[in-house]
């Protein structure tokens, strides 16, 4: 709310005054002059757009939560399948070493 100023009323209200050589208040897309006063409407409308957008904040922050979810339970397994890769590579490399060198020993007792 720029341009305005407020101040403390009687039992702890506050009153929305516009700013020195103001003559209204900008109130979000909305502007009322000191004539018209601020009505129950337009704090309903106010406190309506600020409940729309608290609702829409609060969808983002559950979307974002489960995408981050999602996210991590993807990294576990990629790394679960990497570690069963790495494990299937190690088997390969064995039996193909151990092949060649069975390979080498009868090629060489046939000598």
Same mark, same amino acid.
């Not at 981050?68 to 299937?88: A, I």
């Given at each position: !709310?720029?341009?305005?100023? #407020?101040w403390r009323g009687e $039992?702890?209200?506050?009153? =929305?005054? +516009?700013? +020195? ?5 900008? =109130?979000?897309?909305? @502007? ?7 009505? =129950?409407?337009?704090? %309903?409308? !106010?406190? %309506?757009?600020?409940?729309? %957008?608290?609702?829409?904040?609060? %969808?983002?922050? $559950?979307?974002? /939560? ?9 990294? #576990? /397994? ?7 890769? /790495? ?5 390969? =490399?064995? $039996? ?9 020993? @009868?090629?060489?007792? $046939?000598?």
């Amino acid at each position: !709310m720029s341009g305005c100023r #407020r101040w403390r009323g009687e $039992a702890g209200v506050f009153f =929305l005054v +516009p700013a +020195p050589g103001r003559h209204y208040l900008e =109130l979000g897309s909305e @502007t009322v002059t000191v004539e018209q006063g601020i009505s =129950l409407e337009l704090l %309903q409308r !106010m406190i %309506q757009r600020c409940l729309d %957008q608290q609702t829409a904040v609060r %969808q983002e922050n $559950a979307e974002m /939560r489960s995408l981050m979810l999602s996210l991590v339970d993807q990294g #576990r /397994r990629t790394e679960r399948r990497l570690e069963e890769l /790495r494990d299937d590579l190690e088997l390969m =490399l064995k $039996a193909e070493l151990m092949g060649r060198l069975g390979h080498f020993e @009868t090629g060489m007792e $046939a000598q």
